[in-house]
């Protein structure tokens, strides 16, 4: 066998790819995370109140990255800045749907007291109108002459 090929030559290199300011891409990632995770219980009306840990968490994490990513000339600071957008997007959602829930259930529960009330006095009116009608004691008389 006639090999024309030079002989294969191993080199052992090692490369070693690094990122600037993982740390705030990291922490902007997790606010991500977090500001996604709390925008899905967020629309749930008073279930969605766990949406509100997540999103101060979340918050937190972008405020941290962001910080980060100040201290090292401002590189990786979309991330933070998102997770903090998306945080603040749940927080709001959270509370906005359970007031609205809030509120509409307070109507209703007056709406049924009002309607409750109604009833009991009409049937209180019914009753009052079974009752058979006693005759008023007399009145006694007038007298002053009596003296003591």
């Given at each position: 066998m006639d090999s024309s090929y030079p002989p294969v030559q191993h080199i052992n290199a090692t490369?070693?790819?690094?990122?600037?300011?993982?740390?705030?891409?990291?922490?902007?990632?997790?606010?991500i995370l977090m500001g996604i995770l709390a925008l899905v219980f967020s629309w749930i009306p008073f279930l969605g109140i766990v949406a509100i840990p997540f999103g101060a968490i979340g918050g937190l994490l972008a405020l941290i990255g962001f910080i980060v990513s100040a201290c090292h000339g401002?590189?990786?600071w979309v991330?933070?800045?998102i997770g903090a957008f998306l945080c603040l997007c749940a927080i709001?959602?959270?509370v906005i749907f359970t007031g609205l829930a809030s509120s509409a259930l307070s109507d209703e529960m007056a709406?049924?007291?009002?309607t409750q009330e109604a009833q009991e006095k009409k049937l209180r009116?019914?009753?009052?109108?079974s009752l058979p009608q006693l005759p008023s004691p007399p009145k006694a008389p007038k007298n002053n002459s009596l003296k003591f």
């Open positions: 490369v070693t790819v690094t990122t600037r300011n993982t740390a705030a891409s990291l922490m902007g990632g997790l606010a401002f590189k990786s991330l933070p800045v709001l959602v959270c709406k049924q007291k009002a009116a019914a009753f009052d109108s």
